[in-house]
């Protein structure tokens, strides 16, 4: 079934991404690391969903799913981040993503809330960061406690094509 | 009114609403010449059109103001207020007569003369001393006010409020798109419904609920169908189009159509109709010759153009041929240096494909007249950039003298098809409904077996092998051991490709589904195995199998060669590609045998072979089966042997070979008659001569009476064979090719006839006596009764001769006998009866 929890990026927030001082993510977790995708770029917020295995598909893919009447591809995030696979019974979300007209599904552990984080609290990537990891991470806000890094979509679904 | 005029107003009326802004925009933008292009062409397709339609009125004036455009188009003329103004004035004059034939039906009444003597000055380029251009560019609704005559002569102008009348609505696709959306989200609501209604009995919704459960199919349905049309639709104005075609140019054409039942998709069958117009018309002015020029080329003085449309993996394919002269690569190489589109030393390495080719780049024309038909220079460039617009391809193959044909290519984005769904590994797919021949069951208590040559699995389906493909280990779904102990009870999808045919092994079959193929995301297109995917109608997402790319994958055959499989008429000829067992017996030289002789292969250990009165025997199915090695002795140092089981009705005989090779797909041309006796001669098989083998004599080294039951042909020069028995067919086939013949056999006399009236004909006739439905002595009566074969000499084979039987055979009109256990005698009698017809 599926759960809106957003509503379409209104102008509002759009502008406030503009100003370039903040940024405006939706937070989610994969194997316990925090992680943010920039609110433009998701189309939407799924709960468990039911999945079409692909034959001969990359690794990463877990499948396809039915959004509304669309196709979505179902990438799955812990293994494009080469983590293990989650436990067995573990509920598993979705964020929407758009990328060259078709819709993506990244799989995710959790999906959190949408955060304004302060260009202040940004840092690039440590040079220390594994290369599976840089490659598609952005950067770095500092929270309180915790650290949530930056994904980018862009390169999470150039699957297959050299990285 | 007339469809076809229905459809006229329509479409001239879009275009004259476009053409308004585009000669405005140019006014402005004199040296925009896209938009030049644009106004050209519209006026060129109202021209087109109207010539067909009989509007000879409209066609002069769009001639006409055609004519300045080119001009302008060439850099002749040059843009100004006067001539937009000009023009405007045609496009009005034009405008009042498509308004008066909206209501009327007819063209009304009038003079235009004047209008179209100002064009033609204009073209000669006289225009400019009349009316010096010296205004503003601006000012268009100056230059026109200023016009001598009015643009709108009241007379022929009806109320404005007469607009055609609309048969049809124009949606946009969109809007179709988003119905589409809903309700397949309507669709997935209801489902949702229906299960939780199934959980509760006697619930008050159980009835309004079924109802709104039927209108939502009903609703889907419709609004799928919305898209789609049968290609028929953009095709049957064309008969009429090549007949006032054939009647202006003074040929003869005979238009063909196969295929006008393809579905396609709305939007796509829109854009494709008038670049198929413009291709047919090209194909009957410059690709087909007078009937004069035919006649004295050798060829039928009624030209042919033939369209024809089918689904391909997952593209439809419409195909534009002709039998005229072909492309005149000469002119099109002068042409195309005329026109500075290629030098003369880039032309020198260009094959002639290539410099065919640029027939399709814009500005050229290699008609040497310009004529109301076609040939102004557009035509395939617009054909090529249209049909790219939607994403497909423009092929052309010419060959001087014969002809001309045009493959376009379209993607299948939205084609609704219908589909078998399948699972194999616990997954569902769908296969097109179009490439599924047949399912069979194997296994199960179900007659048929899945076989192996090594650890390639097989099915005998009925005179055939059928090279089978296991879903399971294609797509990797299960390992390939759990797959192997599984797929005895399988179901086999027979599907064919191109020519070939092929079994897809899969654990369960359920429904065929009407499904909307959607492509897959640019991720997965490079496993070939999917031509697509879609939504079911119970939400979930399923592949779409492409059988082209698993018989690819799988090596079976390309999708190039394509053919319509002599199965089909039941008629087998000598020269068709056979598959031919590959094996060896005594030593390194491989042995052949057509595989449809072959009833089983087994694997027997060695204690199970017995000897009984002198001969080897084994235990096979509950009964003894003669077995007898081709290399003349049995290997005792062997395990296991490898047995070919030939087998007719209830009796079957084992031939002991040292190892299978292979099964290879080959015509079976046999070169040699071989001296020595079980060896029918050699033919070439997988590169090797290889010797093909005389199975008659290895039968009857088991069973000495083995022909004593059933019925064999024979032929000679040309000969047809009609025998019920499929064994014996085989048999006989390469039996009497080896003997020199060319041989054409059919399963029943009435098949037989089939030939006689197509007017296929033969040196002789061999058939069997004892066959269903129509037997031989009937046969024979209907051949002598009537048609081309009265005169041929008949051959009846027979296994008892007596004279009894005789008599009654050439009373019924056989002219010789033979029996079907002695290939001498039947070679003997043969030669005979065709020799003798030949002395007479």
């Known amino acids: 079934?599926?759960?809106?929890?957003?509503?379409?990026?209104?102008?509002?927030?759009?502008?406030?991404?503009?100003?370039?001082?903040?940024?405006?993510?939706?937070?989610?977790?994969?194997?316990?690391q925090l992680c943010g995708i920039p609110v433009l770029g998701v189309r939407d917020v799924l709960g468990e969903q039911v999945i079409t295995r692909i034959p001969l598909a990359p690794p990463e893919i877990a499948g396809s799913l039915n959004l509304r009447g669309r196709i979505v591809t179902a990438v799955d995030l812990r293994r494009r981040l080469c983590l293990p696979p989650a436990p067995p019974?573990?509920?598993?979300?979705?964020?929407?993503?758009?990328?060259?007209?078709?819709?993506?599904?990244?799989?995710?552990?959790?999906?959190?809330?949408?955060?304004?984080?302060?260009?202040?609290?940004?840092?690039?990537?440590?040079?220390?960061l594994p290369p599976s990891w840089a490659e598609f991470s952005n950067g770095i806000y500092r929270l309180e406690g915790r650290l949530l890094l930056v994904l980018d979509v862009g390169r999470l679904l150039a699957i297959g094509e050299g990285s | 009114m007339d469809d076809l005029l229905a459809e006229f107003l329509t479409e001239t009326n879009e275009s004259l609403a476009e053409l308004d802004v585009a000669l405005l925009k140019l006014e402005r933008t004199p040296d925009d010449r896209e938009t030049l292009s644009q106004i050209f062409r519209l006026v060129h397709t109202i021209k087109?059109?109207?010539?067909?339609?009989?509007?000879?009125?409209?066609?002069?004036?769009?001639?006409?103001?055609?004519?300045?455009?080119?001009?302008?188009?060439?850099?002749?003329?040059?843009?100004?207020?006067?001539?937009?103004?000009?023009?405007?004035?045609?496009?009005?004059?034009?405008?009042?007569?498509?308004?008066?034939?909206?209501?009327?039906?007819?063209e009304p009444p009038g003079d235009d003369a004047p209008l179209i003597a100002a064009l033609d000055e204009a073209a000669e380029g006289r225009f400019e001393m009349a009316a010096p251009a010296a205004v503003p560019a601006v000012a268009a609704e100056a230059g026109r006010s200023r016009e001598p005559a009015p643009p709108r002569p009241p007379e022929e102008a009806p109320p404005p409020a007469a607009e055609p009348v609309a048969q049809t609505i124009r949606v946009t696709v969109d809007v179709l798109e988003d119905l589409m959306t809903l309700v397949s989200e309507l669709v997935l609501t209801r489902n949702q419904l229906l299960q939780l209604a199934r959980t509760q009995e006697d619930s008050a919704f159980t009835v309004p609920l079924q109802r709104l459960s039927q209108i939502t199919s009903d609703l889907q349905e419709g609004v799928m169908k919305t898209r789609m049309q049968p290609i028929g639709n953009a095709w049957n104005k064309l008969p009429r189009l090549v007949r006032d075609l054939a009647r202006d140019l003074d040929k003869k054409i005979e238009l063909t159509m196969h295929g006008q039942e393809t579905e396609l998709d709305r939007q796509v069958l829109e854009l494709i109709k008038d670049p198929l117009t413009h291709m047919v018309r090209n194909s009957g002015d410059h690709g087909l010759e007078l009937p004069a020029e035919r006649r004295a080329a050798g060829k039928p003085e009624v030209g042919r153009i033939s369209l024809k449309a089918y689904h391909e993996g997952g593209h439809i394919i419409i195909e534009i041929a002709d039998d005229g002269r072909g492309l005149a690569v000469e002119r099109i190489r002068a042409k195309a240096i005329a026109n500075g589109l290629a030098t003369e030393a880039e032309l020198a390495g260009m094959s002639e494909g290539q410099i065919q080719r640029f027939i399709f780049r814009a500005g050229f024309s290699t008609a040497a007249q310009v004529t109301a038909v076609s040939g102004r220079g557009v035509g395939m460039d617009v054909v090529k950039t249209n049909i790219e617009r939607i994403g497909g391809t423009i092929d052309l193959k010419s060959v001087a003298g014969a002809g001309s044909t045009f493959t376009i290519k379209i993607p299948l984005t939205l084609a609704i098809v219908s589909a078998l769904i399948v699972e194999a590994g616990g997954e569902r797919f769908a296969i097109p409904q179009l490439s599924v021949v047949e399912l069979v069951r194997a296994g199960g208590g179900s007659g048929a077996v899945i076989e192996r040559i090594n650890a390639t699995p097989v099915l005998r389906l009925r005179d055939r092998l059928l090279p089978l493909v296991n879903l399971n280990e294609l797509l990797q779904l299960r390992p390939a051991a759990a797959a192997d102990a599984a797929d005895s009870d399988a179901y086999i999808v027979v599907a064919q490709v191109g020519a070939t045919m092929l079994g897809i092994m899969v654990d369960q079959v359920f429904d065929t589904e009407e499904i909307v193929v959607k492509p897959v995301a640019p991720i997965l297109r490079h496993i070939t195995m999917f031509s697509g995917n879609t939504i079911l109608g119970d939400g979930s997402v399923i592949m779409i199998l492409d059988p082209n790319g698993i018989a690819r994958a799988t090596a079976i055959g390309g999708g190039d060669h394509r053919g319509a499989l002599h199965a089909a008429t039941g008629a087998q000829r000598t020269e068709d590609r056979t598959a031919i067992l590959v094996f060896r017996a005594g030593g390194q030289q491989p042995f052949a045998v057509p595989l449809g002789l072959v009833a089983r292969l087994e694997n027997i250990e060695r204690e199970r072979i017995e000897a009984s009165?002198?001969?080897?025997?084994?235990?096979?199915?509950?009964?003894?089966?003669?077995?007898?090695?081709?290399?003349?002795?049995?290997?005792?140092?062997?395990?296991r042997h490898p047995v070919l089981v030939f087998a007719d009705g209830e009796r079957s005989?084992?031939?002991?070979?040292?190892?299978?090779?292979?099964?290879?797909?080959?015509?079976?041309?046999?070169?040699?008659?071989?001296?020595?006796?079980?060896?029918?001669?050699?033919?070439?098989?997988?590169?090797?001569?290889?010797?093909?083998?005389?199975?008659?004599?290895?039968?009857?080294?088991?069973?000495?009476?083995?022909?004593?039951?059933?019925?064999?042909?024979?032929?000679?020069?040309?000969?047809?064979?009609?025998?019920?028995?499929?064994?014996?067919?085989q048999l006989l086939v390469p039996w009497l090719s080896a003997a020199g013949y060319r041989v054409t056999a059919t399963a029943s006399a009435a098949a037989a006839l089939k030939l006689r009236d197509a007017g296929v004909m033969f040196d002789a006739i061999v058939s069997d006596i004892e066959m269903p439905d129509m037997d031989g002595l009937a046969f024979a009566r209907a051949v002598r009764g009537d048609g081309i074969w009265s005169g041929l000499p008949i051959l009846a084979l027979s296994a008892r001769e007596e004279p009894r039987d005789m008599e009654a055979a050439r009373a019924a009109g056989f002219s010789d006998f033979a029996g079907k256990s002695d290939r001498d005698a039947l070679t003997a009698a043969l030669r005979r009866c065709v020799a003798e017809p030949a002395h007479s």
């Open chain 1, 1 to 32: 079934m599926t759960t809106d929890l957003l509503e379409r990026p209104t102008p509002a927030s759009a502008s406030a991404d503009a100003a370039s001082d903040e940024q405006v993510l939706v937070t989610l977790t994969v194997a316990d």
């Open chain 1, 89 to 128: 019974d573990t509920a598993s979300m979705s964020v929407v993503a758009e990328q060259g007209g078709e819709l993506y599904a990244l799989l995710v552990d959790q999906v959190a809330e949408v955060m304004t984080l302060k260009a202040s609290a940004f840092e690039r990537n440590p040079p220390t």
């Open chain 2, 48 to 106: 087109g059109t109207c010539g067909f339609l009989g509007l000879p009125r409209l066609e002069r004036v769009a001639h006409a103001g055609e004519s300045v455009l080119g001009k302008v188009r060439d850099g002749v003329l040059a843009v100004t207020p006067d001539i937009v103004s000009l023009i405007l004035r045609a496009l009005d004059r034009i405008k009042a007569i498509v308004t008066a034939l909206g209501a009327t039906g007819a």
């Open chain 2, 613 to 639: 009165a002198g001969a080897l025997v084994t235990q096979y199915r509950g009964r003894l089966m003669p077995l007898v090695p081709v290399s003349g002795s049995v290997d005792e140092q062997r395990e």
């Open chain 2, 653 to 729: 005989m084992g031939l002991l070979v040292d190892e299978i090779v292979d099964v290879v797909e080959e015509r079976l041309d046999i070169e040699l008659s071989a001296a020595r006796p079980g060896l029918l001669g050699s033919a070439v098989v997988a590169g090797h001569a290889t010797d093909v083998i005389d199975t008659a004599y290895w039968l009857s080294q088991a069973w000495r009476d083995w022909f004593g039951g059933r019925a064999g042909e024979t032929a000679r020069r040309r000969i047809l064979l009609v025998d019920d028995s499929d064994f014996l067919r």
